[in-house]
């Protein structure tokens, strides 16, 4: 009640603003007041408590009187006064602590949306648990809410937490990249709205609506949470598990100031934590793998052109070629420095311009030419010498060209095309001459493909396709890499 | 002397058939030049050979079948290849030399000195025996073998078993792809040493080893000393 005059033993012992006949006349009093019993009127036996009221100013969608009355000895603050700011003052503290840290995470350790976000609904949760203090601290003699403003701050608290259970939906999809964000919070947003609508009547009189909007809020998240279980989404176990507890704990007290409540807000945020530490851990795991395939990748490429059949069968042709021809023995020399020279010059790189490619694979030929006594050439059409493309790509298909197929006449042109695709992608046309060996026990994919399909994945994750035939003119390899999104 | 080159690159296969006139000079008869092994079949069906020099990529499942066919000829198989990692793999096959590449005359040389007798034994003896049955190219365990008999150009082998297998290569042949523990006892018998219980000397000059499995073999007669003092 907004207003009262109260009478003890027949004698006016306190005013609490005042007492009138309508609005005009009414002034409003504080939510709680202790008022103190002159000493001369204490004592053992009955005594009357007599008490005028008014609540015109009562702003709520309908006039109420609630009453409690408490005995207790004036020289000591109760208990019963105390423990909920005690409890309060603790969630606000962890709930700053919680916001500071997501700010902290989210400039020094990754810049993620859910740790905006989670700062976000830890800070809703302070402003919540700070609302409901001041309306405690009037106990203390402190400060206490005038009466008039006791009904905002109601709806204000009762909005905080609404906010707070949509950003804790709202975290979770982005944390657990659940699809259908947009959808899953217009429901969530329209299901709050509805319980606001249905307990609009009680909001502001009891604690109920606490309840409710706890009742609300959990079982949307542990769907949200059984969902990012079964896609295996990393640390959507806790997640879970903390929806699970905090609709337990709403259920089993939905008591703003219950303890129940706290658990209710922190599981989530913990949960929260550990899974973002458990995807930052499982990134670094990624980003170490990353790193040990370019080095292993690296290796491959190496030692391709150091694999003793290249590198031996070259060798004794080459002291044939010094026995016969010195002079051409140098020119094979130098074509093998220059093949090696530029391996080694693009070994630690994961993309090299196709220019470079191009003189790689021509001074390769140009060592097979001698190798063979014919004529190979590398035909470019419509390249683009500055393009990029993982290092060796195209020399490992000349290469499963010499090993796989044969060319009778003297002479003869591997083909590489350039073509673009739609959405802005491109791709490559490989043609590599001859007629394929009958050979029955060859294995499709050996370690030259597997090769030219670790480094595409290296460098276009999941936007790059291979694909090979017989054609007419020999063994066509399309490898088409999509722009990026 | 006919020697078939397999080699598909021209300028190592000049190389080999130049090597291989000056080393063997008048020895040499005829050179025969396949690019690949099937060609190789098909060179193999026109005209006898007696030694093959071939360059076999190892790798893959395809170059032991080709190993294991050319193995089984009646000829001689010297491998020149890159792959010298599978060489080992490769004689107990029963190639009879492996040549790693790049090569040398001198190493090509010596290679040749063994297909011609002049150096017997390789330095590592076969483990298996391929064998041509019902077309198709099986492998005898050389531990199984317990002598081996000649019967013109082929060899029969006796296996611990019973059983046995016609070999395409002579005796000659075999002998110098068999580890040392098989003696000649006979011009026409090979004989694991291991297997021999006893000799016997009968009348007129003429020896006999009795088997644990008691077949009783011929000894030459120049040969009995020799046998004897190796059995002791």
């Known amino acids: 009640m907004c207003s009262y005059d109260l009478y003890w033993d027949g004698r006016l012992i306190v005013r609490n603003g005042k007492v009138g006949s309508d609005p005009a006349s009414e002034i409003s009093g504080t939510l709680h007041s202790d008022v103190l019993i002159p000493s001369e009127l204490r004592g053992p036996g009955d005594h009357v408590v007599a008490m005028r009221v008014s609540s015109f100013h009562f702003n709520g969608p309908r006039r109420t009187f609630f009453l409690n009355l408490f005995l207790f000895n004036g020289d000591q603050v109760p208990g019963f006064a105390v423990t909920p700011i005690i409890g309060a003052s603790f969630e606000i503290g962890c709930a700053l602590v919680a916001a500071i840290t997501c700010v902290v995470l989210f400039f020094l350790v990754d810049r993620r949306r859910p740790l905006v976000l989670c700062g976000f609904f830890s800070l809703t949760a302070a402003f919540y648990f700070m609302l409901t203090t001041e309306r405690w601290l009037g106990r203390l003699g402190l400060q206490s809410e005038n009466y008039d403003r006791v009904y905002p701050l109601y709806l204000a608290r009762e909005a905080l937490l609404t906010l707070f259970a949509f950003l804790v939906l709202w975290t979770f999809l982005e944390q657990f990249g659940i699809p259908g964000k947009r959808w899953w919070l217009a429901a969530d947003g329209v299901f709050l709205a509805a319980i606001w609508w249905m307990r609009w009547e009680d909001f502001g009189y009891s604690n109920e609506e606490t309840l409710w909007l706890g009742r609300s809020a959990f079982p949307v998240l542990i769907v949200a949470a059984a969902w990012a279980v079964w896609r295996r989404r990393i640390g959507a176990r806790l997640a879970l598990g903390a929806a699970l507890i905090g609709l337990v704990s709403v259920q089993v007290n939905g008591a703003m100031l219950a303890p129940s409540f706290s658990i209710a807000f922190a599981l989530p945020v913990l949960a929260l934590f550990a899974s973002i530490g458990l995807q930052v851990q499982a990134a670094r795991r990624a980003a170490r793998a990353a790193e040990l395939t370019a080095a292993r990748m690296e290796i491959e490429l190496l030692k391709k052109n150091l694999q003793p059949h290249f590198l031996l069968n070259t060798l004794t042709a080459l002291s044939e070629v010094i026995e016969q021809s010195p002079s051409s023995a140098v020119k094979l020399v130098n074509d093998l420095a220059d093949e090696f020279r530029s391996l080694s010059r693009m070994s630690a790189e994961k993309l090299i311009p196709i220019g470079q490619e191009l003189d790689l694979c021509r001074a390769h030929l140009r060592v097979m030419a001698l190798r063979t006594g014919k004529t190979w050439l590398l035909e470019a059409e419509n390249v683009d010498p500055a393009a990029l493309v993982p290092p060796a790509l195209f020399l490992t298909l000349i290469e499963n060209g010499f090993s796989h197929q044969r060319v009778a006449a003297p002479a003869a042109a591997f083909v590489l095309r350039q073509e673009s695709s739609a959405e802005g992608g491109l791709s490559y046309v490989f043609v590599s001459p001859g007629e394929m060996h009958e050979d029955p026990v060859r294995i499709p994919g050996g370690t030259g493909l597997r090769y030219v399909k670790a480094r595409l994945e290296e460098s276009f994750p999941g936007r790059w396709s291979f694909r090979s035939c017989k054609t007419a003119a020999g063994w066509e390899t399309v490898i088409e890499i999509q722009a990026t999104a | ?232």
């Open chain 2, 1 to 232: 002397m006919r020697l078939l080159i397999v080699e598909d690159e021209p300028l190592i296969a000049q190389r080999l058939e130049r090597m291989c006139r000056e080393i063997l000079g008048a020895a040499l008869e005829i050179v025969i030049h396949a690019a690949r092994p099937e060609e190789a079949d098909v060179r193999l069906a026109e005209s006898p050979i007696d030694l093959m020099v071939l360059d076999l990529n190892l790798e893959g499942a395809d170059g032991m079948q080709l190993l294991k066919r050319s193995v089984a000829g009646s000829f001689h198989t010297i491998i020149v290849s890159a792959n010298t990692d599978r060489a080992l793999e490769a004689f107990e096959y029963g190639v009879l030399d492996f040549v790693p590449k790049p090569f040398t005359r001198e190493r090509l040389a010596q290679a040749l000195d063994r297909s011609t007798g002049a150096t017997a034994r390789t330095d590592y003896a076969a483990k298996y025996l391929a064998v041509r049955k019902y077309g198709r190219i099986e492998l005898v365990q050389v531990d199984d073998l317990v002598f081996a008999k000649g019967a013109g150009s082929y060899s029969e082998l006796v296996l611990a078993n019973g059983a046995t297998e016609l070999h395409d290569k002579s005796l000659e042949k075999l002998q110098a792809l068999l580890p040392p523990v098989f003696e000649r006892i006979h011009k026409s018998y090979l004989v694991r040493m291991s297997a021999v219980k006893a000799l016997h000397a009968g009348e007129g000059s003429h020896y006999e080893a009795e088997l644990k499995n008691g077949t009783r073999l011929p000894i030459g007669r120049t040969r009995y000393k020799e046998i004897k003092e190796k059995l002791k």
